[in-house]
């Protein structure tokens, strides 16, 4: 009896004195903990080719963006596009063309009528002639091309819903799951909630006057309908983050371009970056590893 007490006592002695050497090595095992941080490219690589052009989103399937950022509105003819900017004039020679359709709002032309003008020269002679793509010639661009970065939609305004949905579907992006959503407009994100499959996320997207207008309600709203937050890189802190990701939202910040601002979100754990550079994931690996070592 005497002899399994004392074994009993050698036992318990040797296991609390290894336990910290035991943690520590399975530690060092365990791949990081970090969160990756996604590299979205903002309106495709838009630092180096005009924004939403075939050229752009190339350049960021090349530099291997997790996504590829399209907006997207609707023309007077109800033909899906790939546009930013609710009026022409800024990235098209609109003006030249049609002098006289001040304030070339998108949506008052039809597709024929924007495929005549040049979406390229605005941001360098080189890109003359490139067109505003439709989001279907972007897709068939990206099957083609066996670009395997999924496609981050924004609805740029309420109401197409259901047309992007049909024509995800009808080229098997919704089914593959190479999809996630975004939106300013809450409706159209509740709208999409229906048409989608599970699995597919929508992010809020929020500007600044939201943003400061009361952190603690605006993520309880959010958590009701959306996956995550889109926030302005001028809002975003630590207490954002850990207050979105408590309710369960990923973050999403626009627009990271400035490698400063790439290291300090690195330290924020934040779930995605919209870059106009998605060339530059190699500074937010470095300065994980810098972080991190
Ligand atoms: O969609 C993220 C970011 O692009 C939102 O701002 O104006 O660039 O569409 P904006
Ligand atoms: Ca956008």
């Given at each position: 009896m005497r002899r399994i007490t004392?074994?009993?006592l050698c036992f318990c002695a040797w296991f609390l004195l290894s336990l910290p050497l035991v943690l520590a090595s399975s530690a060092a095992r365990q791949p990081s903990s970090q969160p990756k941080t996604d590299i979205i490219a903002h309106r495709g690589a838009s630092g180096y080719a005009p924004e939403h052009t075939l050229s752009s989103y190339r350049l960021a399937a090349c530099m291997q963006a997790d996504y590829i950022?399209?907006?997207?509105?609707?023309t007077k003819d109800r033909k899906l596009i790939a546009m930013h900017d609710a009026t022409l004039a800024r990235t098209t020679n609109a003006e030249t063309v049609y002098p006289r359709r001040a304030p070339w709002r998108v949506n008052d032309f039809s597709f024929a009528e924007?495929?005549?003008?040049?979406?390229?020269?605005?941001?360098?002679?080189?890109f003359a002639g490139e067109r505003i793509p439709t989001l279907e010639e972007?897709?068939?661009?990206?099957?083609?091309?066996?670009?395997?970065?999924p496609l981050y939609i924004e609805t740029k305004q309420p109401g197409i819903e259901e047309a992007v949905v049909h024509l995800l579907k009808k080229h098997g992006f919704l089914q593959q799951r190479r999809v996630m959503f975004q939106s300013f407009h809450p409706e159209?994100?509740?709208a999409l909630r229906p048409l989608i499959?599970?699995?597919?996320?929508?992010?809020?997207?929020?500007?600044?006057?939201?943003?400061?207008?009361?952190?603690?309600e605006l993520l309880q709203q959010i958590a009701i309908y959306a996956d995550g937050i889109g926030l302005p890189l001028s809002v975003v802190t630590e207490e954002w983050v850990r207050a979105a990701h408590g309710r369960g939202l990923i973050v999403h910040v626009y627009t990271v371009n400035e490698p400063h601002d790439l290291a300090r979100l690195c330290t924020l754990g934040v779930d995605g970056l919209f870059t106009d550079y998605p060339d530059r994931p190699g500074r937010i690996a470095a300065c994980r590893r810098l972080l991190h070592h």
């Open positions: 004392v074994f009993r950022e399209v907006d997207v509105q609707m924007l495929r005549r003008l040049d979406a390229g020269s605005w941001f360098d002679p080189r972007v897709i068939q661009m990206l099957k083609a091309e066996r670009v395997e970065a159209s994100l509740q499959p599970y699995g597919i996320r929508l992010i809020q997207l929020v500007g600044k006057k939201e943003a400061h207008s009361g952190r603690d």
